[in-house]
């Protein structure tokens, strides 16, 4: 019986992988150059030597970003293995560890208490990961994810405005400030985030709809400043109850205030994002689970 040589079957180039495997995550060709520090056609480039190494099509152009097709689902479960095991070699010889980076976005109203405690947790039990948390508004956190910088993100949205991974109802609730109260006042002020910012047309509109005139008392990107408004009397607004002091009182429906139902919080990341940040989406859907209910 002729015995099969194993000398000249195919080597994978580890660059190559780590090409397609970056434009995967990143769902962009030129997000992924960036992050390589390389260019566009370059990048396009080494994904084609590899399709024409393995004879199948990797990666496809859908609607909005790159997704991989099904031969580049099952390359892309190998290629992330035999780069950790290229990062354990080279930690095993430099005598150092190579660690995972899991970039983070969360709102502003997340930053500090459960959520926090819950990832230093996190981060005890997995010492490789090395966490970066950016905090902001959720358009800018949504765009920064969207352009790759970020992996994973805890947004506020209006109902299945996009996909997610989870999605939990967002409470919200009206406040205004319990020693210089700002509802009786004509017009009513209201303290708001910018223009496009969540939650400001929905005030608008229930104002309007009670037939109450209304301005722009003070607008501000930061949750800090918005809470810091209204408890010193700026004006009412609408936030949700994690972000309410004790220096807000509640309105409702005794006010003529109506219940504002449609937003929730989504977790989203890729469906080829690292085992890593899949466990980090469990442990912020966990907390948001506990928090729900």
């Not at 689902?73 to 070699?89: C, E, I, K, S």
């Not at 405690?117 to 905090?135: G, I, W």
Request: with cysteine.
């Amino acid at each position: 019986m002729p015995v099969i040589s194993k000398v000249n079957r195919t080597l994978f180039d580890l660059d190559l992988l780590r090409a397609v495997v970056v434009v995967a995550d990143c769902g962009s060709f030129t997000t992924a150059a960036a992050r390589l520090h390389s260019t566009q056609s370059t990048i396009s480039q080494k994904v084609r030597r590899l399709e024409d190494m393995v004879g199948h099509r990797l990666l496809v152009r859908g609607n909005r970003d790159v997704l991989p097709t099904d031969a580049g689902q099952t390359l892309l479960g190998y290629a992330r293995h035999m780069l950790a095991l290229n990062d354990q070699m080279l930690e095993a010889l430099a005598g150092a560890r190579v660690g995972v980076t899991v970039r983070l976005g969360v709102p502003e109203d997340f930053v500090g208490g459960s959520t926090t405690t819950a990832l230093a947790a996190f981060a005890r039990q997995h010492a490789q990961v090395k966490l970066e948390v950016t905090s902001g508004l959720c358009r800018d956190l949504s765009q920064a994810y969207d352009n790759g910088e970020l992996d994973l993100v805890l947004l506020k949205q209006r109902r299945n405005a996009r996909d997610s991974v989870a999605r939990w109802p967002e409470r919200l609730q009206w406040v205004d400030s319990a020693h210089a109260p700002a509802f009786g006042l004509e017009p009513v002020p209201l303290v708001t985030f910018p223009p496009r910012g969540l939650y400001r047309d929905d005030m608008i509109n229930a104002l309007e709809a009670m037939g109450r005139a209304w301005r722009i008392s003070f607008t501000s990107s930061s949750l800090s400043g918005l809470q810091a408004a209204v408890a010193d009397g700026m004006g009412i607004s609408l936030l949700p109850p994690r972000a309410a002091t004790a220096m807000h009182r509640v309105l409702g429906a005794r006010e003529g205030l109506p219940e504002v139902d449609s937003y929730e919080i989504v977790l989203v990341h890729r469906p080829t994002a690292d085992v890593m940040v899949k466990a980090l989406a469990e442990v912020l859907g966990d907390l948001l689970h506990s928090a729900a209910h």
